[in-house]
């Protein structure tokens, strides 16, 4: 029965092949060593020379081909970086190697054996020698092992007395044979180390795609429920406020909460059976939808749709669905006309009443359109009107009538609208707060910051542009009287460093309740420091980075996969270098490469 080359392919293409690869190569070894001994037994029944003789050839023979076996497989070993250098094992074999040349070369020089025994007697010698300590040592070292032997064994035979075309017959054999078999020896070591590497980058695409898979589902779970429960949870708890003050806006709210909650019901059914599809028509009528509930008026106009390609209008889906999502999360007011599954923006020409009914829904703030309030940059935001409960406008930095308190104005910077607009209707519940500004990336809350100088700014920690540390650290200088805080959902311990050491006085996650959020507020306010109790924890518990600075500059480089050469041309560094740091910061984290030391670092917050 034929085995292919295919069927070779798939034998060493599955889970034990790099194994199985291994034995054919031990396997292999183990047929030289067998070659060696039916060589000298051929020899032997050749040769002329008597019982002594032969018994003395047969056993040194013998003992070669045993330890060349067991010298191969170490060598192997340690040329996979499986086990150590097997020096002992080279040494006994160059000098049992050099004992049998000098055993035969005076067998010649007492006439025991004939010029033709001696020949193939050093030609096989010497070509069995060459394997092993090749693939054993460096290319280098064995080399010059490999030669200085086989020049000794060949001049030893000129010095006993072997004729000139014997020696030259020798010599040319030798110089052919023995570079040949030291580098199939190389080469069958190096086959097998690149088996082993293929399947190990096999395994890591593998782990990869499943990881990848994993992140795919997780942002996906993200996007449908994470925006979606942080904006019931402030809903819900502006609702409860706002019942509590008797308005009935609060019903309102809760029935927006409900609508919410059943369509993410909805949404996390599709994703776990993994059905969910991108219908053209849906998309738009959901888009409109979701566009209208969070105050932004939408008009949709259906164009030959109907007639694209199913594979066109689902692509189209995708494409309504993204950006409504980006509307949602970064546009202002306005109106979208949405032709054919694209959006166009516009300036507010809604119904005559849709104003009036956000208004209604919404009574502790007010949507400035383009333009902006005055004081802020002119883009599109919110602002915050300065009244109490009773409905009664108060400008900032004035006493509060009732509790006889300072007002502390706020500065809130987070790039999730519904997030954002909720937290500042709550916050401007309490008696003595106030939000004067919002912004949507840091670039924006550090304008905004500077215009109507806040006592404390509430920022996110990641948005578009500047990140929220990047502002606090430009804030101590721009607008020294205000504290700094990071609300975020992002939170690692090196984040948490990196805030206090630029002068942030409080660090909490996105979990915390509105009136939690407004005490520490006040505590920031006064001079004093928040931080939540886990994050603290968790610095504590990440201890200091062991990598220096520039570790951690060059591991950043390579968290996205980047080969060695791109990571060296980006730091205006050697190949050579960035490989020599990539491994210390692995050797330090214990990972096994640096793709592994990047995530362990990320993780950590090191980066």
């Not at 086959?191 to 980058?201: G, N, T």
């Not at 007010?366 to 009107?385: E, K, L, Y």
């Not at 916050?427 to 912004?439: G, R």
Request: with cysteine; hydrophobic share 45%; charged share 20%.
């Amino acid at each position: 029965m034929s085995v292919s080359v295919e069927d070779w392919v798939e034998r060493l293409g599955g889970q034990d092949g790099p194994e199985r690869y291994r034995r054919y190569a031990v396997g292999s070894v183990g047929f030289l060593a067998l070659t060696e001994v039916g060589l000298w037994t051929i020899w032997m029944f050749q040769s002329d020379g008597d019982a002594p003789v032969l018994a003395t050839v047969a056993v040194l023979g013998a003992v070669h081909a045993v330890i060349q076996f067991m010298l191969w497989r170490s060598a192997l070993r340690h040329y996979l970086t499986a086990g150590p250098r097997p020096t002992p094992l080279v040494a006994a074999y160059t000098a049992l190697t050099l004992a049998m040349a000098t055993v035969g070369c005076v067998l010649l020089a007492t006439g025991r054996i004939d010029d033709g025994d001696l020949t193939s007697y050093l030609v096989w010698l010497l070509m069995f020698w060459a394997g092993p300590p090749a693939l054993a040592l460096s290319p280098r070292r064995g080399a010059a092992l490999v030669a200085v032997v086989a020049v000794a064994a060949l001049a030893g035979a000129g010095v006993a007395g072997l004729p000139g075309p014997a020696l030259v017959l020798a010599v040319s054999a030798s110089v052919f044979m023995v570079p040949f078999m030291a580098a199939a020896s190389r080469a069958s070591g190096w086959s097998v180390r690149l088996i082993e590497q293929l399947a190990a980058a096999r395994e890591t695409q593998s782990r990869l795609a499943v990881a990848e898979e994993r992140l795919r589902f997780g942002r996906d779970l993200h996007d449908v429920l994470g925006r979606n429960l942080a904006v019931v949870a402030l809903k819900s708890e502006l609702a409860a406020q706002l019942a509590r003050r008797g308005l009935p806006e609060a019903e309102e709210h809760m029935v927006e909460v409900q609508r919410i909650a059943r369509e993410s019901q909805r949404e996390i059914r599709s994703v776990v059976r993994g059905y969910r599809t991108a219908d053209l028509h849906t998309e738009l009528v959901g888009a409109r939808s979701v566009l209208e509930a969070a105050g932004i008026d939408c008009r949709i106009e259906y164009g030959p749709a109907d007639r694209l390609p199913p594979d066109v209008q689902s692509a189209l889906g995708w494409v309504v669905r993204e950006g409504t999502t980006n509307v949602l999360r970064h546009g202002s007011t306005g109106r979208d006309a949405l032709h054919d599954g694209t959006a166009h923006r516009g300036p507010d020409h809604g119904p005559a009443g849709a104003g009036e009914r956000r208004r209604a829904r919404h009574p502790v703030r007010r949507r400035h359109g383009p333009g902006g309030a005055a004081g802020t940059t002119g883009r599109p935001g919110w602002h915050a009107d300065h009244r109490t409960p009773t409905g009664r406008h108060l400008p900032p930095h004035r006493t509060h009538p009732l509790g006889r308190r300072r007002m502390i104005t706020v500065l809130l910077a987070d790039d999730e609208h519904l997030i954002r607009g909720a937290l500042a209707s709550l916050l401007t519940l309490e008696d003595d707060i106030t939000v004067v500004a919002q912004a949507g990336t840091g670039d924006e809350a550090l304008a905004m910051a500077v215009a109507h100088r806040p006592d404390v700014a509430v920022l996110d920690l990641q948005m578009p542009g500047l990140d929220g540390i990047a502002v606090a650290t430009r804030l101590r200088e721009s607008v020294p009287g205000c504290a700094s805080m990071i609300v975020t959902s992002h939170a690692r311990a090196g984040a948490l460093k990196r805030a206090l050491s630029v002068g942030v006085r409080g660090f909490v996650p996105k979990t915390v309740s509105a009136h939690e959020l407004a005490q520490i507020i006040r505590t920031v306010h006064t001079g004093g420091r928040y931080v939540d109790q886990e994050l603290a924890a968790d610095a504590i518990a990440a201890g200091e980075s062991p990598l220096t600075p520039r570790e951690a500059e060059l591991l950043s480089y390579a968290e996205d996969g980047a080969p060695v050469a791109d990571i060296a041309a980006r730091a205006s560094l050697s190949s050579g270098t960035v490989r020599n740091y990539l491994s210390s910061a692995a050797m330090k984290l214990g990972a096994e490469n640096r793709h592994v030391a990047a995530r362990m670092a990320r993780e950590r917050g090191w980066l």
